[in-house]
C-alpha cells in the first residue's frame, strides 16, 4: 500500500503532471492562456513519431514471436468486447438513451494515445522496460471500438448509424494511427542504427514536449469541463471512473493471460482503460450524428483522462508490480 | 460598373463533414467554393472552440459559395443531404458580383 502511495505522490508531482494541473487550472481561472490548434497538432505529431518509433526499434532489438500476434490479436478482442461492458454498464448506471450510450461506449473500447505515451513515460521512469510492441497494440486498439459502437446500434437502438462510403477507410487511415504504425515500422526497420541518427530529436526533447502537450490537455480538459457541466451527472461521472478501473482489470487479466512484463501488462492495463478523444469522437459525429458530443467528449476528455493520468497509472504501477512480482 | 444578380450560400457545419460537402457540391455541378476555419462559437451543444484543440470531433468550418439564382435549390437540396442530420446552419443572401460568366 505503501509503495502505491509512494507511486501516486511522485507521479502527482511529475512536471508532466502539474503542467497538466496547470492548464486544468487556468481554464478554470478563465485565463487567456492557450496553445494553438497548430501547435498542439505539431506537439501530438512528434509524440506519435517518437513513441511508435522507439516502439519499433524495440521490436527490432528483441525480434518478433508468438506473444507479439498474440498481444496484437488480443487488443483487437479487447476493443471490441470493452464497448459492450462499458454500454450495459451505461445503461445500468445512468440514463443515457441507447444512442448517447453506444457512443460513450465506442470511446471507452478504443485508446487516448496521450495516456499510453505518458504510462510509457512512468514506467520507464520506474525501471521497467515494456514490450516495443505495446505501441502496435495501441494501434490496433483505436478502430475495432467504433464497429463494436455501431453493431450496438444496430442491435439495441432506434436511430440508424450512418455507415456510408469511407468511413471505414477513414477510420483506418486516421492520421494518428498512420504516422503511429509508420513510424513504428520505420523504427523496427532501420533499429539501433537508425535510432543512434535521430535519438537527439525523439530522445531528449520527449519530456519536454510531453509537458507542453499535457498542458494544452490540461487547458482543453478544463474548457470541457467548465462548459458542460450540465451534462455531468452523478452516474456519468461514476461511470467516467469506474469503467478505466474494469477496463484495466480486463487488461491486467489479458497481459497475465499472455505472459507480458510487468511493464507491458501495466500498459495493456492503460489501454483497456483509457478512452479515446481523437478517433472515436470524430467518427462518431460521421456515423451517429444523433448522438451528444458534449456527453462523450466531456466524460472522455474530462474525467476519464485526468482520472487515468493523475491516479490510473500509478494504480496500474503498483497492480503490475504486485501481480507479476515485477 | 455593371453588376449582376447572385446567391452567396454560406454553410457551416461539422469539419468531419467538410468533405462530404465539398463532394455533394461537386457533385451538383457547383465546382466553385472556399472552405474556411472557424474559431469557435456556441450553440444548442453549448460552447466550443477549436483552440489547442488536436481532434477534428469538435471543430466546424464554413463553405462558402456564390452561384447563380437559377442554380440555388439544385446547390441547397444537395448542402441539405450532408447537412440534414449534422450540428449546422445554411443561410442564403443576396449579392451582387461583377463577372457573372464565372458563377
Known amino acids: 500500500m505503501d509503495g502505491t502511495l509512494a507511486i501516486a505522490a511522485n507521479n502527482l508531482t511529475s512536471p508532466i503532471i502539474l503542467f497538466f494541473i496547470l492548464g486544468v487550472a487556468a481554464a478554470f481561472a478563465r485565463s487567456d492562456l492557450s ?11 512528434y509524440l506519435l513519431l517518437a513513441i511508435g518509433f522507439k516502439g519499433g526499434v524495440s ?7 508468438t506473444t ?41 473500447g478504443s485508446i487516448s ?29 483505436e478502430a475495432p471500438a467504433i464497429l463494436s459502437a455501431l ?3 444496430a442491435r439495441f437502438g432506434t436511430t440508424s448509424a450512418d455507415m456510408e462510403e ?8 486516421n492520421g494518428s494511427i498512420v504516422l503511429l504504425v509508420g513510424s513504428f515500422f520505420i523504427g523496427w526497420a532501420t533499429g539501433d542504427e537508425g535510432m543512434q541518427l535521430i535519438a537527439p530529436f525523439i530522445e531528449e526533447p520527449f519530456q519536454g514536449v510531453l509537458c507542453l502537450f499535457l498542458l494544452d490537455m490540461g ?11 450540465s451534462v455531468l451527472t452523478a452516474g456519468l461521472f461514476a461511470f467516467g471512473v469506474l469503467m478505466p478501473i474494469i477496463g484495466a482489470g480486463v487488461g491486467a487479466a489479458t497481459g497475465l493471460l499472455l505472459g507480458l512484463s510487468p511493464g507491458g501488462v501495466m500498459l495493456f492495463m492503460t489501454l483497456a482503460a483509457s478512452a479515446s478523444y481523437i478517433a472515436v469522437p470524430a467518427a462518431m459525429r460521421v456515423a451517429l450524428p444523433e448522438a451528444n458530443p458534449s456527453i462523450y467528449l466531456t466524460l472522455s476528455l474530462a474525467v476519464t483522462f485526468p482520472f487515468n493520468l493523475t491516479l490510473g497509472i500509478p494504480i496500474y504501477l503498483a497492480t503490475s508490480r504486485a501481480l507479476t512480482g515485477g | 460598373m455593371q453588376t449582376h444578380t447572385a446567391k452567396r450560400v454560406e454553410i457551416i457545419i461539422e469539419a468531419v463533414m467538410e468533405e462530404r460537402l465539398t463532394a455533394a457540391l461537386r457533385k451538383a455541378g457547383v465546382t466553385g467554393f472556399t472552405v474556411m476555419p472557424v474559431l469557435g462559437g456556441s450553440g444548442r451543444s453549448g460552447q466550443w472552440t477549436q483552440e489547442g484543440e488536436i481532434g477534428r470531433a469538435r471543430g466546424m ?43
Open chain 1, 166 to 173: 469511407g468511413l471505414i477507410r477513414e477510420i483506418l487511415l
Open chain 1, 35 to 45: 496553445i494553438p490548434e497548430a501547435v498542439a497538432k505539431g506537439l501530438s505529431i
Open chain 1, 113 to 141: 494515445i496521450v495516456t499510453f505515451v505518458a504510462a510509457s513515460s512512468v514506467a520507464t521512469s520506474a525501471g521497467l522496460s515494456p514490450e516495443g510492441y505495446m505501441v502496435a497494440v495501441a494501434a490496433v486498439m
Open chain 1, 68 to 108: 507479439l500476434v498474440l498481444s496484437l490479436l488480443a487488443g483487437a478482442v479487447l476493443s471490441f468486447a470493452l464497448p459492450v461492458i462499458a454500454f450495459a454498464l451505461l445503461r445500468g448506471i445512468t440514463r443515457l438513451s441507447v444512442t448517447d450510450a453506444a457512443a460513450v461506449a465506442g470511446h471507452y
Open chain 1, 59 to 65: 521490436v527490432a532489438g528483441h525480434g518478433v514471436d
Open chain 1, 219 to 229: 487547458l482543453v480538459a478544463g474548457r470541457g469541463l467548465r462548459e458542460a457541466r
Open chain 1, 151 to 153: 453493431w450496438i446500434i
Open chain 2, 61 to 103: 468550418v464554413n463553405v462558402a459559395c456564390i452561384i447563380r439564382p437559377d442554380r440555388l435549390d439544385t446547390l441547397l437540396d444537395a448542402a441539405f443531404e450532408v447537412v440534414d442530420r449534422h450540428i449546422g446552419v445554411v443561410s442564403v443572401v443576396d449579392c451582387e458580383v461583377l463577372r457573372a460568366e464565372r458563377f
